[in-house]
């Protein structure tokens, strides 16, 4: 029998500190041979390395939150549909499932299989948003997965280090960029075979046979530490709901219920709407990542994320609940949803630590999807995204214009003018936005558009709390809801719309809600407000 090896304080940190590097190296790597805005401008994706059975053992630093909680798990399914001893050094798995993945089409997941004297030690996975996936272009109007564009089985994209020809006609055949979609696929692959070539050099170095002793002391320290933090909260059930916008003149109501149980979370949607007929449901793997996410942050936000910080807390979502879809519902839209659930959480954990959470945030991010012919006559496809601010907490006033709870950047406008036929004649701050309150809520943006297109551009969005703005708390007060026009007339944001050429669109992203009684605000806080125009007289 092996005796476990053991690894002393200065040692384990030097070992930890050569895995965020070679994840944070791929990361980087991943950036640099990228083709799209989706990845190299707006950072939406992820890098992962896991032990042999899936389970997360370190992320990249500039991973999103949805990615790091539903990646791992993304890997376990390829385990169980290729069997570990079915794999071979240079495979290179794929899907895109909208349940085994990240909840939408678009994510494209991919893992590799690294071996070491023969047995499978670990596998490098990244997931990214591709610039296309086909079908009708991302938005809220898609009645089935089917209408959502191409879907990828888990499969393997490379056997052995052999391309599959024929998977890769397929996914050019059925998106609009091709170049840019697999571009982006090869740098993904870039991205495993950078962390596999960096884990070998890794092992070699430090007398490793495999990762099992070493995942096994990195998930034991963060289990006992998220374990600690959850224990010194007191045992209870604690409840929160709220509305999002929906669709049209009907709202979805989501429940939770968090029980905590010594040093146990459980995160229950008994009572969440129905899933619909629209591309807003939030699959069950989404929905897990981001309720992790909102536990972690309020109870050991520098812990690190891996398999052993999740293992105390579980979900319960019934099935064909908006959080839990079955097949074959439509989820290209699933942030719309899944963007909330942290707040829940806030607003079950604020009852006993009131201190650690914040006012509600102006994102759900804002997006807009677009297609058309470019000048040469091509099709193109491309994603924007336009943050609001986030909530004013006990700490101080909401940061303006920032993604949360997912960290994608916004696309500078010479980048969204240079490769999409669009003027934008301004993007500046939305004055009075941000939620009054001893802290501000953070401000949104106002953008104004103008397509220069001579054909057709097909425009959707991602864009909510246009009627139930972010709250604020602690006596803090809500900030603005976020309006939608097209040529100066409101629109409906859940809605597909075509652009001729002068056609206009304006955004104006919510803002965060305030923190504290207003009156409390400090006067020099509110005087720099007013020299620097983010809040008016009248508003202040």
Known sequence: MTTARNFDAVELELLWRRLISL???????LVRTSFSTLVRESYDFSCVVTDAAGQSLVQATESIPSFIGTLPETVKHFIRF????????GDVLITNDLWLGTGHLPDITVAKPIFRDGRVVAFSASTAHAPDIGGKIRSPEPREVFEEGLQIPPLKLMRAGVTDDTLVAMIRQNVRTPEQTMGDLWAQVVALDLMEERLHVLMEQAALADLTDLAAEIHRRCENAMRSAIAALPDGTYRSKLKTDGLLDTPITIKL????????????????????????NCALCYTYAMVMYGVKVCTSPTLPNNEGAWRPISIVAPPGC?????????????????????????????????????????????????SGLNAAGKPYANMFFFNGGMGGNVQG????????????????????????????????LRPDSGGPGRHRGGLGQEILLESRSPTPIAVSFLAERTIFPAFGIEGGQDGAPGVLKINGEKVDPKRQYVLKAGDTVSLATPGGGGHGDPAQRATTALAADLAHGLVTQRAG
């Open 322 to 370: 908006i959080v839990n879809p079955q097949f074959p519902a439509p989820g290209g839209s699933r942030m719309l949803i899944g963007h909330y659930l942290p707040m829940l959480v806030f607003g079950c954990l604020g009852q006993i630590v009131p201190e650690r959470v914040m006012a509600a945030c102006g994102s759900p991010m804002w997006g807009m999807n677009q």
């Open 397 to 428: 006033d909401g940061i303006s214009c920032l993604s949360w709870p997912s960290n994608v950047s916004s696309t500078a406008v010479e980048i969204s003018e240079h490769i999409a036929p669009l003027h934008i004649h301004h993007k500046r």
């Open 257 to 280: 219920a968090l029980t905590i149980k010594g040093d146990t979370i459980t995160a229950d949607f008994t009572g969440t709407d129905a899933q619909v007929d629209r591309a807003i």
């Open 23 to 29: 994840v944070d190296e791929a990361a980087a790597a």
């Open 82 to 89: 290729f069997p570990i001893d079915s794999l071979a050094p």
